[in-house]
T-cell receptor, first 111, second 113 residues
Framework: GENVEQHPSTLSVQEGDSAVIKCTYS??????FPWYKQELGKRPQLIID?????GEKKDQRIAVTLNKTAKHFSLHITETQPEDSAVYFC??????????FGQGTELSVKP | DAGITQSPRHKVTETGTPVTLRCHQT?????MYWYRQDPGHGLRLIHY???????DKGEVSDGYSVSRSKTEDFLLTLESATSSQTSVYFC????????????FGSGTQLSVL
């Protein structure tokens, strides 16, 4: 079945630096790739998503890139701030539309 | 929590007892989902619904059943709870497309002793 691998599992950066989280997927039919942010004790919240017909999407300090050939997509956060500290989950759609989530990346931004 | 409410927020129960978790939405969204979240596993889909009385299994559906008799309510039942079902359960909704732009509830922490 579909598998989504997410790396790294933990990431620590200094405030102002960039952070990159990468996910790989196995189902070549996947065509929708969202990213969710979950602060400690809170619900996951959608921060950005991309479809397979687009290679890159940006929203202020957040961007997602997709390489369909290599079956990987990445989340880029620039000019990180302490409030970016959270667990980030990637996901990929599989046939039938169901989402498969990655295992999560705990991002810590140190002031 | 505007739009989606889960109840209860916390529950402790014993192995072998039935448990029902409720998800209530006020957004009139078509799609509703139940996920469980465990360390190292991310979010895993248990069941989902694409309309009243229309449900389907997710990747970890064994031991769980669901019902949706009204657009606004989606119930998750553990017929006979086991310790492996100790988890945080999230309900989610989406409007136009299945599994796109999910809006999650605040979660239910379930402990099975």
């Amino acid at each position: 079945g579909e598998n989504v691998e997410q790396h790294p599992s933990t990431l620590s950066v200094q405030e102002g630096d960039s952070a990159v989280i990468k996910c790989t997927y196995s189902d070549s039919a996947s065509n929708y790739f969202p990213w969710y942010k979950q602060e400690l004790g809170k619900r996951p919240q959608l921060i950005i998503d991309i479809r397979s017909n687009v290679g890159e999407k940006k929203d202020q300090r957040i961007a997602v890139t997709l390489n369909k050939t290599a079956k990987h997509f990445s989340l880029h956060i620039t000019e990180t701030q302490p409030e970016d500290s959270a667990v980030y989950f990637c996901a990929a759609s599989q046939q039938g539309g169901k989402l498969i989530f990655g295992q999560g990346t705990e991002l810590s931004v140190k002031p | 929590d505007a739009g989606i409410t889960q109840s209860p927020r916390h529950k402790v129960t014993e192995t072998g007892t039935p448990v029902t978790l409720r998800c209530h939405q006020t957004e009139n969204h078509r799609y509703m989902y139940w996920y469980r979240q465990d360390p190292g596993h991310g979010l895993r889909l248990i069941h989902y619904s694409y309309g009243v009385k229309d449900t389907d299994k997710g990747e970890v559906s064994d031991g769980y059943s669901v019902s949706r008799s009204k657009t606004e309510d989606f119930l998750l039942t553990l017929e006979s709870a086991t310790s492996s079902q100790t988890s945080v359960y999230f309900c989610a909704i989406s409007a136009d497309s299945i599994n796109e732009k999910l809006f999650f509830g605040s979660g239910t922490q379930l402990s099975v002793l």
